[in-house]
């Protein structure tokens, strides 16, 4: 190890060191985590340094009653960190530009009642839903999950990071738009990025059309914006049923989150 990088990483383990988050609870609560076993030791660190930023940053705010303790806030500072691990600079304590849209998540014990009534338009498709959700977000608002569904479960086929889908929807609303399409990095396509996740999700589309089982979440095919939201679940906890499903959509996915679990 060079002088540099050895300078860099006492200066990292510094910053660690002064984290609001205690290593015993660190660790405690990101032996929990399967996604967290991907990645190394400094690694580690980063996240360990960015979750203690979003802590500092961002009111989690618990509803209905409910009681989070410091492990359960530490879990869900951990998931946005992973999200934003790769577009983040965690030595960087006033950054968090990826999360600049919203200051708070809420926190439901289970399930919630979105207040809304189930409405359709001329044509008979459904614009409102109204019902119980796992999680929601607005343009302008926070972000709203529930607990039962974002604590930590063994990786699974089925992805389900209601955390992750409800902060992809907040990354795809930085340039304005709920289309998902984010603003992307200056090394990436526009037009290779449309055209990938447009056919991909046409296709899932078609497949739900001909009655065929669609590898992933069907929700998926709601519309552009819910299919990457679903992807991007997909990419961070089933990444080998994506890369089967959609190659060219987690190749794309990988450029943007810069990570690549395969």
Not at 40 to 50: C, I, S, V
Request: glycine share 4%.
């Amino acid at each position: 190890m060079g002088v540099t990088s050895k300078i860099r990483r006492f200066l990292l383990q510094r910053s660690v060191r002064k984290s609001r988050i205690p290593l015993t609870l660190w660790h405690s609560t990101t032996a929990q985590m399967p996604m967290m076993q991907r990645y190394a030791n400094q690694e580690k660190m980063h996240l360990r340094l960015l979750a203690g930023h979003i802590l500092a940053q961002k009111n989690i705010v618990p509803v209905n009653g409910f009681y989070l303790c410091d492990a359960m806030r530490v879990t869900i500072a951990t998931q946005a960190a992973i999200l934003v691990f790769r577009l983040e600079h965690p030595e960087q304590s006033d950054s968090l530009r990826w999360l600049r849209n919203w200051r708070q998540i809420v926190v439901y014990p289970t399930a919630f009642h979105n207040g809304r009534q189930t409405t359709f338009n001329i044509k008979g498709v459904m614009e409102s839903w109204g019902g119980f959700e796992s999680g929601e977000t607005h343009y302008q608002g926070g972000i709203i999950i529930n607990w039962q569904d974002d604590q930590p479960h063994p990786l699974r086929q089925h992805a389900n990071q209601v955390l992750m889908h409800e902060m992809a929807h907040k990354l795809d609303m930085l340039d304005g738009d709920t289309n998902g399409h984010p603003p992307l990095h200056s090394n990436m396509n526009q037009q290779v990025w449309f055209d990938v996740f447009s056919e991909a999700f046409e296709q899932l589309n078609t497949q739900l059309e001909h009655g065929i089982k669609t590898t992933i979440n069907p929700y998926a095919a709601t519309n552009p914006a819910e299919f990457f939201a679903v992807t991007t679940e997909y990419f961070f906890e089933a990444p080998r049923v994506l890369q089967r499903a959609f190659p060219a959509v987690y190749q794309q996915l990988s450029l943007f989150y810069r990570q690549d679990f395969l």
